[in-house]
Every structure is written in C-alpha cells, then in structure tokens.
C-alpha cells in the first residue's frame, strides 16, 4: 500500500512556508497549493516540518534481552519522536560481531517497519576488546553495516583501537568509541565530583574520557582513518575534539540530549532513573556541550537509547543498570536545551538530529533534507505544545527515562518513514498497518 | 522525626534535640531498672546487609532497653540480584508488621532508597550505607565529645568552638561524613588530614578545612582529635605504599600521642588497628573516649529509635 | 490572656502554702518525704511546695523531678514528645512517702505512667497526689490527696496554667474551645491530656 501524503502549508527549516507532497515514497512536489486526489491531507499549520531524524547510537535489545526491548517496541518509541532512522547497537545476545547477527538485526527492523534499522556492528569479537570482529563480512552483508563499535565497553588496547581505525578505512566505515579509561572506572558509579565525594558513591572522572579521546583522535590522525566519539560527555572533552578538529584530524563527535541537560545533582536522590553511563557531569559540563554542540565542535545529537526493565532500576543505585531511556524524547530535550536558549535555530536541528548523524552512519537519502526527490522521510513538530513529561509519552517497553515528570517544550505530531505514515495526530499508526506500508515499499 | 537517613539534613536544633534524648536514655542507664516500656508493642527489625556485629547488638539493645520487639535479619544477598532482595526484602518486613527498620547495607543510598520507595511504611534508620553516611554514629561522637566537655550541664548545649581533628580515610569513610556534617552544624570546626589519595574529590566544598600533615595538626592542639580505621583492602588498591609508612605519617603514636594537649580527647569508632592507626597507650589512655562511644552508642539509639517511633505518622522532622 | 482567669498569683501561692500543710499533716511531719513534680510545670510547683514545707519544719525536703513522657500510652496518637529530665533526690525513694506534684489532674493517664515510672526508680513506702487543678474527667481510678482548686469543666475546654518561671505571669485560666490557641504557649490539660 503506497501513500499519497499532502502536507498543508508546514514551516521548512529555513523560515519558508510549503506544501509538501508525498508520492511513492519520495518528496514528489514543494511549493503554495499544492493538489493531489485522494491525498492524505495533514493541516501542518503551525507546525515545523523536520526530515526524518536519525540516531547513531541506540539500544534495541535484540536478540538476546528482549525483556527490556524489542526491535519492533524500539522501532515504534523512535516513530513516536520523530525518527525514521536508527543505528542499532551491537551489545546484544549473541553480541552483534558476525553477518549473521547484523542481517537479523536488520531483518527484524524491516519487517516492523516504523523506522529504518541500521544494524552497528561490534569492533572486537564479543566485545571483549581482544580479537577484531568480521568487520569485513558485516560490511558486505545485507545490513551494509557502516558504523561499528564496542559500545557500553571501551576498545582499550591501544594497538587494537589503532588496528581497527585502520581497517575500517577499507569498507569506509568508522568506528565509534566509546571512551573510557577502564582502571579509572573500576567501580564507578556517577560522575566523581562534589557530589559524589558527599553520596560516598565511587567516582567516574572527566579525564578517564578525555584521555581516550585524546589517545583516539592522534591514533586516527596517524593512521589516517576518521573517528567517532559517542556521548561526549565532558567540558575537557569538548577541548579536545575542538582541538583534533582544529588541526584537521577527521573526528565527530555526538552529545546525548541528558548530557545537555541534565547534572549528577539528581543523583542526589539515589533515584536509579539518574544513573548512566557516561555519568550525568556537572552544570559546567552541561554548558560546555550545549556550546560545543551549537559551534560544530560537537556535530549530532545521538540519543543512547537503553532500554532496561523496572526490576534493574528499582533498586539500591549500586546495583542498577546504567543507561536512560531517550528517543521519544529526544527533540523535545534538543528543543529546550538549544533552541529556547537562541543557540540553535531549526536548521541547526535538522542537521545535528538528521543530515550529520546520516552522513557519519554512511545512510544515504538524508543529505538534502526534505526536498524534491529526496526518500520522504519527515516529522512534523508543534513547537508550540509544552506537556508534562510522562509514561503514557512512551512508546517502547521501558520506562526508564529521567524526564519523566518534567516539562517539556514541543510534541511529535507525524511521522512519514519511507512514504508513509509511521504516526498520524500524535499517535502512532497500528503495527499491522505499518508493517503492510513497508511491506508494500519493499514490493 | 519519619527517617534518621543522614547528618547532612539535620539542623542544629534537631541534632541537640536528640543529643539531649539521649542524656534522658543515658540517665536510665544508671538506674537499676534500665528498661522503658515506650516501645512496648512496636517491632524493630536490624536488618544488616553487611556484618557489623557491633552495631547490631548496640541498637539491639537500645531497641530492648525501650521494650521494642526486635528482630535480627542479616541478609547478606547473594550479589546476583541484591536489587531485587533489597525490595523483597523491605516488602517481607512491612508483611510482617516492622514498625522501624534499622539498615546496615554495603551500598550507598540504600536507606534512602528504602525509605522513599513504596515498599514500607516503617521509620528507617540508617545504620551505615556504604561509604555514605553512618549517622547515628555521628550523633554518639557528637554527644561524646558535649559530655566529655560539658558534663552534667551538657543539655542543650551546641558545639561551638570546639576543635575537631579527624584523621585517616576520609575518602571511604561513611563515619567522617556524617562527623563532618553534624560536628560543623553544631557549631565545631573540623580539620581533615589524610594522605591525598584518600581525600574526595570535592572536599573542598565540605564544611572542614583540610591538610595533610598531622604533626602540624597536632601541633594546633585541637581538642578532639578522631582516628579513623584503615581498611586492609585500601593497601592492595595503592592509596598508600605500606602499613608501615601510613602508619608513620597518619598513624596516632606514641610520639603524637604525648603531643595532645590536656584537656583533649582521642576517638575511635572502632574496631581499632591498635599499632596502625592508633597505639595502645594511646587507645587505653584517661584521653581515649573509645569505651564510652560504645556505651552512649545506646543512650543515642534508644533517642533515635525513640524520635523514629513516637509522635504520628507522616509527622516532619 | 486566654479565657477566664479562675486563680490569680496569690490565690496560686495560698492554695500551694495550704497543700503543704496538708502534706505535712498527713504524713505526720516531714521525715521520709520526697516532693517529684512532673515537668513542666509541675515541677515548678514541687520545688515551691518543698520550699514551703522547709520554711514551716526548717529543715530541707527532698524534692526532684519525674519525667513520665517515656511510660506515656499514647505516644504514637500525638506529635513527637521532647522527654525532660528525671531528677531523683540523692536519697532515693526507697521506703520514702512521695508526693507526686501535677498542674491540672485530668484523665488520670499521666499519673498511671508516672507510678510506673517510679516502680521502675525505687520502691516507695507510699504515693500521694497533689494537683493545683483538678479538672474531673478521670479515665482511670485514681484520685488526687491534696487539691488547690477544684475546677468543674466541659470535656472541650481548656485550662491554661502560667507560672512565673516559664511563662513570666502567673494564673490559672479556663477557655472554652473556640479560642484561639496562643503561639507560644502549650496548654495544659487540654484534650490530650
């Protein structure tokens, strides 16, 4: 089943007004008045139209943890915030390090169909941080996997992180690391600072991830490769990619919307919704990204979606799993953080939420934004909402997400993945239907 | 009072509130009868996830001395699911009627966690958590060192001027946090000394001035002067080279012992490493406080136990 | 002020004297007596009634203070109580008379913790009461030996007793419900009692 989808009179990133007409899973007209018989007409008034965001760096679960998500629930809390592509994570059981993980993976996400999966692939064999992963036969399988890392595990071994930077040159692909001095985190539950000196709560310092970032950024710079850094998370290491970027060494970075947001403050209360990995830093740190993320320095937003059943944060913090919720309330968090604070504008958005994060995952169709013959992938936000934050706002299996209770600005109102609709008024479209709309694209 | 979780959130006028209970539960220790029937019907569970039987038996008997049913639970988990023990657990005890739970557990925030969860109505007592807090133990220093100064005319007196010194781990120390809180909410001036590597990060924010030479702390005169214990595991992480050489740099010997002025006192919540941390002529001297802390450790229990137990539900601080 | 005044100063002071005569009397002279007053202002008016009996035998009465908050029945139906000092005279009472001193006998309940209090002290030979006001109402069968004023009153209403040396005036008052409570004044032998 192929959408017809008129878009009235929604506001484009760059401060214009259009139509947008959807047809056969690409933006087929822009413009004033536009027509189309037994179109879908969605009165955008009002309302801001984004192209389709995209995540480098999330956690669906599966296979292997399908008690705290699910390809499909992941699928469906990313449709619900506006996303239309994710980059699945590789920590999964059987870690996702062979083709035949990865091919799953992307499988899986087809079939349900409310966003596009893009399997990561893992760096090392079982993440274990020893042996290279078949970097190679991931590449060339089905999944066209682009973007691997270790993530929730740093590569450590200095040699290794070397070799595979170089060996991911060959198949254009990047590796994202996850940086984490791992003796100086031996234990570490929050961010070592003030606070935990006074929660008596073993501490994660600043420089266990700058001094990977640092090591990370000459490695690539001498052998040549590009880098990824995931959820920067510190002002020192803002420094350091500013610095990398500066002398012409070929690094992104991402920023998670907590980090933008969100102290070790809340750690305060030993509520275990607060607890993640790297640590909620201090308001310092906070200011420092948002800059970063507003100069370049930090170039996407990536959500590090991780989902956890309530058993794993119900319970003394030492013994709670790291990781928050973050994709249905991702654009929101961006929106308070960035735009009502005048250091982004929409288009800033829709670069570090949509075109960036694709071009460093290496998934095409993106690089345009919504425009003519470009895939239709699209959201439409009212920035104007404001709601307070809560469970009944998700749309996964879990709930762990620390902005539950706050207010947050904005509310995701369509969502059109590959042509068609993945949320209509707010509410996402059925799974039936969803999954006959891919069904039907694929052909 | 609902909870007794931390010093942190005591005010002065709380803290002497309960320091001066406890001069009324220290007075009933003298008597012949050392029994109160306040708790008579209300249960109190030592629900220790961590061995301290010291502890233990000391709210035990404050718990006994005011007529409270007491149930022992040591609960040492299995660290596969301690997350979900902790919340079954505390749902078993509320099952079971517990009135109080007192709570030794080796994680930080655990009676916080408790106390704000769902799963219990009961008072909660923090009997140590982690490298946290360890307030009651605080509460008995403080009412220590206002007995030792103050005497009989102790009641309702603050802290004010007095000069505290506590030397040692203060980085793993759930006593020195909840010394510092209280002691300086009462009106002390605490001076921290430590090698480096066992000094938080964030110190500096702590209501304490801090250095690292304990011979130019000495030489100050302070007049509590608080030893702290060394933890065997802390050698094996590289805080310190040897025994031998934290010894000679933090440890209270006989030397820095002939250094205290008259009227100071030595403090030790125990269990000592007597040659380590701390002499014995230094342990056993007229100065050393150490029997004492245990014994006003229960006059202190029953005045927490009391606060937590008395007054309506729901009742602020 | 709250309410209607029903003893001034003097008539405080009188009926205390008149009390400690009674004492005397009944326990023909002042050997082996023990005065405990039970806080706040009980005591007060136990250190007062010693005082008296001394001025009259010339010789001094042994006299302290019991604090009965830690026997009270109904700790958990009231907001948290601050306990006072128990002050014993340095005798004992073992074998001794004593004359348990209250401001406002009402229910009876304070003084049924205030005997357990003393068993769990010593063994006296004999308890006595004496109340400046007894107000009626007992809940339990007991009944005072030495009274200054017998004060006849509604269940809702409320006796205040200010003294001196707490309150910096002296009087007994009765009030009826509706009036408004005074902010720095805890009432005495209100309901709760």
Redesign the interface.
Request: proline fraction near 15%; hydrophobic fraction near 20%; avoid cysteine.
């Given at each position: 089943m192929t959408s017809t989808i008129l878009i009235r009179a929604a506001a484009m990133t760059d401060g214009s007004r259009s139509d947008i007409l959807v047809r056969d899973g690409i933006v087929a007209e822009l413009g004033g008045g536009l027509s189309a018989t037994g179109a879908t007409v969605i009165d955008a008034d009002g309302l801001i139209a984004l192209p389709g965001l995209v995540d480098l760096h999330t956690h669906l679960r599966e296979p292997g943890y399908e008690q705290s998500e699910t390809v499909l629930g992941g699928s469906r809390a990313a449709a619900a915030g506006g996303f239309t592509a994710v980059h699945a994570m590789a920590n999964t059981s059987p870690v996702a390090d062979t083709a035949g993980v990865v091919e799953q993976v992307k499988a899986l996400g087809d079939a349900a169909g409310y966003v596009t999966v893009r399997p990561v692939g893992a760096v090392t064999v079982g993440l274990a941080g020893t042996q290279l992963a078949e970097i190679g036969a991931m590449a060339s399988s089905r999944a066209r996997v682009r973007v691997f890392s270790d993530d929730g595990k740093c590569v450590s071994d200095p040699l290794l992180m070397r070799r595979a930077l170089e060996y991911v040159t060959t198949i254009d692909g990047v590796v994202a690391q996850h940086a984490q001095e791992p003796r100086l985190t031996e234990g570490a539950q929050m961010n070592e600072g003030t606070v935990s000196g006074e929660l008596g709560l073993p501490g994660w310092p600043a420089v266990a991830e700058e001094a990977i970032i640092a090591r990370d950024v000459l490695l690539a710079q001498h052998v040549g490769a590009r880098l990824h850094v995931c959820h920067v998370s510190t002002a020192g290491s803002v420094e350091v990619v500013r610095w990398a970027k500066a002398r012409g060494i070929h690094v992104t970075a991402e920023v998670t919307p907590h980090h933008l947001m969100l102290t070790d403050e809340l750690v305060r209360s030993y509520d275990a919704r607060f607890k993640v990995n790297p640590p909620l830093r201090r308001e310092e740190d906070v200011l420092a990204l948002r800059a970063g993320l507003a100069d370049g320095t930090i170039d996407i937003v990536a959500t590090d979606h991780a989902p956890h059943p309530e058993e794993s944060k119900d319970c003394e913090w030492d013994v709670a799993a790291m990781g928050m919720i973050g994709l249905e309330s991702a654009l929101s968090v961006v929106h308070s953080a960035m735009v009502e604070t005048g250091l982004l504008d929409w288009a800033g958005v829709a670069r570090v939420l949509s075109s960036t994060p694709a071009r460093i995952g290496g998934l095409a169709g993106y690089d345009r934004g919504i425009a003519v013959g470009a895939p239709a992938e699209l959201t439409l936000y009212d920035p104007a909402a404001s709601r307070l934050f809560g469970t009944a706002d998700l749309r996964g299996s879990a709930v762990n997400s620390p902005f539950l209770d706050r207010s947050l600005p904005g509310r995701i109102l369509t969502t059109v993945h590959a042509g068609y609709p993945t949320v209509l008024d707010g509410e996402l479209v059925d799974v039936d239907t969803v999954a006959r709309s891919a069904g039907a694209t694929r052909g | 009072m609902r909870h007794l979780l931390s010093t942190r959130d005591l005010d002065r006028a709380t803290a002497i509130e309960i320091l001066d209970v406890a001069e009324d539960m220290a007075d009933v220790q003298q008597r012949a009868v050392r029994k109160l029937p306040t708790l008579r019907g209300r249960t109190v569970v030592n629900l220790f996830f961590e061995d301290s039987t010291r502890t233990r038996i000391s709210f035990e008997a404050a718990a006994k001395r005011l007529s409270a049913d007491v149930i022992n639970f040591s609960a040492k988990g299995s660290s596969v699911s301690k997350g979900e023990s902790l919340k079954d657990t505390a749902q078993t005890l509320a099952a079971i009627g517990a009135d109080a739970v007192v709570i030794r557990h080796p994680a930080s925030g655990a009676p916080q966690v408790l106390a704000q969860s769902a799963w219990i109505e009961a008072g909660i007592v923090n009997a140590g958590d982690g490298t946290h807090e360890h307030p009651t133990q605080g509460l008995l220093d403080a009412f220590t060192i206002r007995r030792r100064i103050h005497g009989d005319a102790a009641r309702g007196r603050d802290l004010d001027g007095i000069r505290v010194t506590i030397v040692g781990d203060i980085l793993h120390s759930r006593v020195a946090r909840s010394n510092v809180w209280l002691l300086s909410s009462l009106g002390a001036e605490v001076h921290l000394v430590a090698p480096a590597t066992l000094m938080p990060v964030g110190v500096g924010s702590w209501p304490a001035t801090r250095g690292y030479d304990l011979d130019e702390a000495l030489a100050t005169k302070p007049d509590v002067v608080m030893m702290l214990r060394v933890q065997a595991e802390r050698m094996s992480a590289a805080f310190f080279p040897t025994a031998r050489e934290y010894s000679r740099y933090w440890g209270l010997d006989d030397r820095r012992f002939a250094m205290l002025g008259a009227g100071s006192m030595v403090m030790h919540p125990g269990p000592m490493n007597r040659g380590l941390e701390i002499s014995s002529r230094a342990a056993d001297s007229a100065k050393s406080t150490v029997l004492e802390q245990v014994a006003n450790g229960v006059s202190v229990r029953m005045a927490v136990l009391y606060l937590v137990l008395s007054g309506e539900k729901g009742e602020t601080p | 002020m709250p309410g209607r005044i029903v003893l001034q100063h003097a008539d405080i002071a009188r009926a205390l004297t008149r009390i400690s005569h009674e004492i005397l009397e009944s326990n023909r002279g002042p050997e082996s007596l023990v005065i405990l007053g039970i806080p706040t202002r009980g005591v007060i008016l136990a250190d007062r009634i010693a005082l008296a009996i001394g001025d009259i035998t010339g010789q001094p009465i042994a006299v302290g203070a019991l604090?009965v908050?830690?026997?009270?029945d109904d700790?958990?139906?009231?907001?948290?109580?601050?306990?006072?000092?128990?002050r014993v005279p340095a005798g004992g009472i073992d074998g001794a008379t004593v004359v348990l001193v209250d401001d406002v006998l009402y229910s009876g309940r304070t003084i049924r913790a205030a005997l357990?209090a003393l068993g769990?002290?010593g063994r006296p030979r004999a308890v006595r009461l004496a109340a400046l006001v007894d107000r009626g109402h007992r809940e339990l069968p007991i009944r005072p030996d030495f009274v200054g004023k017998n004060l006849p009153s509604a269940q809702g209403e409320r006796i205040f007793v200010r003294l001196t040396e707490t309150d910096g005036e002296e009087f007994v008052s009765i009030a009826s419900p509706d009036t408004p409570p005074q902010t720095d004044q805890p009432t005495t032998g209100g309901p709760t009692r």
């Open positions: - | - | 604090d908050t830690m026997y009270r700790l958990a139906q009231h907001p948290t109580r601050t306990p006072s000092p128990t357990d769990d002290i």
